[in-house]
């Protein structure tokens, strides 16, 4: 079973290539997407990784959170469901 994860905070530079790069080091990487503006086109700082194996995101998660990354202190937590109306 895949968990996905909730990265925020993120420098808005971040590229979906580099945020599957820096989750790869801690296990395989089933996607993993920045979120973008529509009407600017603009990084919105947040994005969300798909990891195959839970062991391997929770070690993600925990070594993650709160890491500095391109000068931003990383916010990561498995992600939640938004309900839908």
Same mark, same amino acid.
């Given at each position: %079973?895949?968990?996905k994860i909730y @990265? +925020? #905070?993120m420098n808005y530079n971040t590229d979906d290539?580099?945020?599957k790069n820096l989750f790869s080091e801690y296990g395989e990487v089933l996607s993993a997407r920045v979120i973008f503006d529509r009407m600017t086109g =603009?990084? =919105? +700082? /947040? +994005? /969300? @990784?798909e %990891?195959? #194996?839970?062991n391997e995101a929770n070690a993600?998660?925990?070594a993650l959170n709160g890491k500095e990354i391109l000068g931003r202190n990383l916010r990561v937590n498995e992600a939640m469901e938004k309900p839908r109306n």
């Open positions: %079973m895949s968990k @990265v +925020g #905070n290539t580099s945020l =603009k990084s =919105k +700082g /947040f +994005g /969300f @990784v %990891m195959e #194996n839970d993600a998660i925990t």
